[in-house]
């Protein structure tokens, strides 16, 4: 039985959600959103609140009923709130630059990194912090955890991208004699 599951999900003022054929719209001041869910779990949308039920008893429908009642709370908090990462770079001569619709970065290597933005997310880049706004959360935690792999933060000094608020576990380098 899921916890998160079971509560009824609310419908703020100014949010308009539809549900038909299985895949869900959710409107609201920040824009749009839609989700594709599939008919184990039974969506119903009422004029204040989301109520989710399993149709069946099974351990695969179990496991889905609060992982869709999490998207939906997802989603409703895009369209009104939105969502945003922040990537800090930290290194030496190591440079981050948007350029239309492109994310060109200095990473130490012996070209420059360019990575596409996608149209629905817009990316500032001031300094080294690079900001990551948009309403589909998956797409920000997707776009920001491809930014990082690109150079992910080294124990010795630090250097490369990490989250605002990350701790990074430091190794003590060489002793000297």
Known sequence: MSRLGKQPITIPKGVEVKFAEGVLTVKGPKGELKREFKPSIKIEVGDTEITTTPVSKDIFTNALWGTYS???????????????????????????????????????????VVKVIPDELTVTAEKNTVTVQGIDKDLVGQFSAETRALKKPEPYKGKGFHYQGEVIRRKQGKKSA
Not at 80 to 91: A, N, Q, R, V
Not at 96 to 101: A, I, N
């Open 70 to 112: 999490s998207h939906i709370m997802n989603m409703i908090i895009g369209v009104t709130t939105g969502y945003e990462k922040k990537l800090i770079l930290d290194g030496v001569g190591f440079k981050v630059d948007v350029k239309g619709s492109n994310l060109e970065m200095a990473l130490g290597f012996s070209h420059p």
